[in-house]
């Protein structure tokens, strides 16, 4: 298009304002950023909050020249007077100053907007806002860095492991970035695919989530395989189903149902509890050769929020029908000194071993009681008196503090050998978010003692990572030796697992805390230094005590649940709380959100 010589000189001012808009602000920053490193710690708490509200008007204030830089290549009338946007801003800046509001710890300008007149009004009335629960220094000041920034840090992770996904393994179960291969296992069916739908909606990747959904259409079969019906359950039917309640796209839940209707055989046990492997093809379910027709106790109760989420979609009572028979099952099976073991006759509904923990194939278990009270909107009473009691008994017998520090863990135990031992599995940091979940609910008597477990917990599983080299935790650490806790050779890999992220990220939610949100990017940090591959991808680890990256040992692998939990539950430790808030939302053992069923 022709532009006039008054377009050119409209677009000439405009620029010239933004750059004397940046310069002003450069040369503020520079000034003042000595005088705030002495200020900071005299501001009182009303100071504070007044800055966090600035900080985040001055941030729109930097989207607005960006938006205008843009629109004066394009056009001569944005309907904005540079003149005055250079006199306001000056003077907002003035006014900043003079109440001793350094701007040293911000990003941007200040915008002149709609809520302008009212952050002035309060700034020189020194009326703040109300204060979050918890007081602190905000996180943006010496070189921090805002949320809005680390979301799309975490973003940006996603888009590097899923393209080794997309180059090396599409349609593959598993994507393995260091040989830059995929690999097929049990599932055959894409299982990290189904598993990453609803990180994917979550993060805003429209374009990967299109054609993840494309695949599942024309390429994703339920055929003759032969594959876990707990695995299985959690990590694809409960990926297809988040992902339809969050974007509507109906293939998706028509292979949820497709699938969750090959499966159903394995269901047809006495005792409801279903036996662990089956064949897609014809239905034939079995357990182990060597188990004594055994299955993990967690793999057979953990079903309960997947096939009732499905039963409500599709009208299909039959599928609740199997789950709520599993849970009448394990309410009145007798325990073990009040406590699950980790095999489980599916027959019988008899303990077959004595190994109590809450780690490997016992965990979610624990987990699904107080899930399934609030998935059903806390219309079973006895789901959630069956939960109380299993966890005073966790409480009574397992809980353990460490020498010399007093670190909070949960041991492992053998009754019938009268032998308990400091094992302390990574899985087990499911358990914070648990204990700290259930004490927001009234009808839990001991509501203190459980969130001051859930607090003590999460610090141990923190210092897990925090102690080892690499800033990533182990998959095992034990506490026998009179130390608080020690890594022995063979537990030093780390596979990218999400239990303590998932805590982080209940516990902030719970209390606002910015400790919480500084361990998870901590944590976060430590992941991508050490487990990033370069060009594309992630791979879980050999070592944590690796003083370099070149000690690592890479194992070769991403497993689904890095895209699924580890890098959903990162990534909504810093988004608002109105983004799948716990009121409304149950996650799965996998990180898929349901929502609560609607009340009766």
């Not at 708490?45 to 629109?71: G, V």
């Not at 992770?157 to 593959?172: I, N, V």
């Not at 492992?412 to 914070?432: E, I, S, Y």
């Not at 969130?451 to 141990?460: G, N, R, V």
């Amino acid at each position: 298009m022709k532009r006039s010589s008054k377009t050119y000189s409209f677009f000439a001012a405009g620029m010239f304002v933004v750059f004397a808009l940046t310069t002003i602000f450069n040369r503020v920053l520079s000034e003042e950023k000595h005088a705030m490193s002495k200020m900071q710690h005299d501001w009182t708490r009303d100071e504070r909050h007044l800055m966090d509200e600035l900080r985040e008007t001055m941030s729109e204030m930097k989207l607005l020249i960006e938006q205008n830089k843009k629109a004066m290549h394009t056009t001569n009338n944005r309907g904005i007077n540079v003149n005055s946007l250079d006199v306001e801003v000056k003077r907002i800046v003035k006014e900043a100053l003079e109440l001793g509001i350094n701007q040293s710890s911000v990003a941007s300008p200040l915008p002149v907007s709609k809520a302008m007149p009212s952050v002035l009004r309060r700034i020189k009335e020194k009326k703040p806002t109300p204060p979050p629960p918890n007081d602190r220094i905000l996180e943006g000041m010496g070189g921090g860095m805002a949320e809005e920034d680390k979301l799309e840090e975490i973003r940006q992770e996603f888009l590097h492991a899923w393209k080794a996904y997309e180059l090396y393994a599409w349609g593959k179960d598993v994507v393995e970035p260091v040989s830059k291969s995929g690999q097929d296992e049990q599932y055959r069916m894409g299982i990290t695919l189904l598993d990453s739908l609803d990180t994917m909606w979550i993060m805003g990747l429209d374009e990967k989530f299109k054609n993840a959904v494309k695949w599942v259409e024309t390429s994703c079969r339920f055929t003759n395989q032969e594959v876990s019906v707990f695995e299985t359950t959690i990590r694809a039917l409960g990926g297809l189903l988040s992902a339809y309640h969050l974007s509507g796209e109906r293939v998706l839940l028509q292979a949820a149902n497709e699938l969750a209707t090959k499966m159903e055989p394995a269901f047809e046990t006495p005792t409801g509890f279903p036996k662990s492997t089956v064949r897609l093809s014809d239905g034939k379910a079995w357990c182990p050769s060597w188990s004594g027709n055994s299955a993990s106790f967690s793999e057979v109760t953990s079903l309960y929020l997947e096939w009732e989420y499905l039963s409500r979609l599709v009208n299909n009572p039959r599928f609740k029908q199997r789950v709520d028979k599993i849970m009448d099952t394990m309410i009145n099976m007798p325990k073990i000194q009040g406590l699950y073991a980790q095999w489980v006759n599916v027959d019988s509904a008899r303990f077959t071993s004595g190994d109590i923990t809450l780690g490997s194939r016992v965990d979610s278990a624990y987990e699904y009681l107080e899930k399934v009270w609030r998935q059903t909107n806390r219309t079973r009473p006895e789901v959630f008196k069956e939960y109380l009691d299993r966890i005073d008994s966790v409480d009574n017998q397992l809980i353990k503090k460490s020498k010399p520090n007093g670190l909070t863990y949960i041991e492992q135990c053998n009754f019938g050998k009268t032998k308990c031992h400091g094992q302390f599995d990574h899985l087990v940091c499911f358990a914070p978010a648990m204990l700290a979940l259930g004490a927001q609910e009234s009808a839990n008597p001991k509501q203190k003692r459980h969130f001051k477990l859930a607090e003590e917990l999460t610090k141990t599983c923190y210092e897990s990572y925090r102690r080892m080299p690499t800033g990533l935790a182990p998959e095992i650490i034990k506490f026998d030796h009179g130390e608080d806790f020690y890594v022995e050779m063979a537990d030093r890999h780390n596979l990218l697992r999400p239990e303590t992220v998932e805590s982080i990220f209940v516990m902030w939610r719970l209390t606002h805390d910015q400790k919480y949100r500084d361990w998870g990017w901590n944590i976060f940090q430590s992941f991508r230094k050490y487990t990033k591959v370069d060009g594309a991808g992630y791979s879980s680890i050999g070592n944590v005590k690796a003083k370099s990256k070149s000690e690592v040992r890479w194992r070769d692998k991403t497993e689904s649940f890095f895209f699924a939990e580890t890098l959903k539950y990162l990534y909504l430790l810093f988004t608002d709380d109105s983004v799948l808030p716990l009121d409304k939302y149950v996650f799965n053992t996998e990180a898929h959100p349901f929502p609560i069923a609607p009340a009766l």
